[in-house]
């Protein structure tokens, strides 16, 4: 609790005195505080002149002012020794504060990093992401239906989706999460491949029609666990860092600053695709994709 009061008057104290906002503050404060001691002497000397039967001439209200204003700078002058002190209180609640502010910053950043490494771990694993069925190849074009499954709900198809396209030699694009030195120094390969486009020998990588697999928030599929199934961090708190998580890949620089993804780069698997062709989509624990023959049974 004495820490928390400590923390809002270091805020406040900072946002009086570096703020323009409370320049402001500060400026119309004194302006006002004059205003009020000026109007209060001009009044007293009034009722004395009254009751003297006379008027304040308005040269006679000049030096009322004038003394008046003169009796604020000698008490700041009598009071600057408090003054002084105040300020010295003033920098040590700052500094206190902002010491407190810090400490609890790299407290947070260390609780999330190892709550986003927990994150990884429940990501790591073999998993069949999608079926591919290749409908028709005709005239170099071709036509396919690629069906994502969502691994919180095994019972049910997550999307299907139809794709058409130029070509015959067929690119399924990702992007590959490379993680922080400190989780590969400790003996473990930790990349994450997402799939997320299609090219081909005739559609270049930039031209890329782009797969889905992805829910309403931008999460992937792939990245879905029943609650039974996450380990080592509460469900709720999975989620919230599974889509920060997801929101800091999308940016290389933003990436790196978050302290966890070392790396961003693509990663495409190839195929050449004939019409009744079907295969499964799978990201492996080691980080890559992989396409495999479905044969029927």
């Known amino acids: 609790m004495a820490l928390e009061i400590v923390k809002k008057v270091s805020s406040a104290i900072l946002f009086l005195t570096t703020n323009p906002i409370g320049y402001i503050?500060?400026?119309?404060?004194?302006?006002?505080?004059?205003?009020?001691?000026?109007?209060?002497?001009?009044?007293?000397?009034?009722?004395?002149?009254?009751?003297?039967?006379?008027?304040?001439?308005?040269?006679?209200?000049?030096?009322?002012?004038?003394?008046?204003?003169?009796?604020?700078?000698?008490?700041?002058?009598?009071?600057?020794?408090?003054?002084?002190?105040?300020?010295?209180?003033?920098?040590?609640?700052?500094?206190?504060?902002?010491?407190?502010?810090?400490?609890?910053?790299?407290?947070?950043?260390?609780?999330?990093?190892?709550?986003?490494?927990?994150?990884?771990?429940?990501?790591?694993?073999?998993?069949?992401?999608?079926?591919?069925?290749?409908?028709?190849?005709?005239?170099?074009?071709?036509?396919?239906?690629?069906?994502?499954?969502?691994?919180?709900?095994?019972?049910?198809?997550?999307?299907?989706?139809?794709?058409s396209i130029d070509g015959r030699d067929i690119y399924i694009d990702a992007i590959v999460l490379n993680f922080d030195y400190s989780e590969i120094a400790s003996g473990r390969r930790v990349n994450i491949a997402i799939p997320y486009r299609v090219f081909s020998d005739v559609v270049p990588q930039i031209n890329g029609i782009s797969l889905g697999g992805v829910d309403s928030k931008g999460i992937p599929y792939m990245f879905h666990r029943a609650d039974d199934d996450i380990y080592g961090i509460a469900p709720e708190v999975y989620r919230e860092r599974l889509a920060e998580l997801i929101k800091i890949s999308s940016n290389e620089s933003s990436a790196r600053s978050a302290g966890i993804v070392r790396s961003l780069y693509g990663s495409a698997l190839h195929r050449r695709f004939s019409a009744g062709d079907r295969f499964e989509l799978r990201v492996e624990q080691t980080g890559g994709l992989t396409l495999r023959e479905r044969f029927p049974f």
């Open 25 to 163: 503050i500060d400026g119309s404060l004194l302006i006002l505080f004059v205003i009020f001691t000026l109007a209060r002497s001009l009044r007293r000397e009034r009722l004395l002149a009254m009751a003297a039967g006379t008027q304040l001439s308005g040269a006679q209200k000049f030096f009322v002012c004038l003394d008046e204003l003169g009796s604020l700078f000698a008490a700041l002058a009598a009071n600057l020794p408090v003054l002084l002190v105040v300020a010295v209180l003033s920098v040590s609640v700052v500094a206190i504060g902002e010491t407190v502010k810090k400490v609890e910053s790299s407290l947070e950043a260390a609780s999330r990093i190892k709550e986003l490494q927990t994150v990884l771990r429940n990501l790591e694993r073999s998993l069949k992401v999608a079926e591919i069925r290749v409908l028709s190849t005709q005239n170099d074009r071709t036509t396919f239906e690629i069906t994502f499954f969502d691994p919180a709900n095994q019972q049910s198809i997550a999307e299907t989706k139809t794709i």
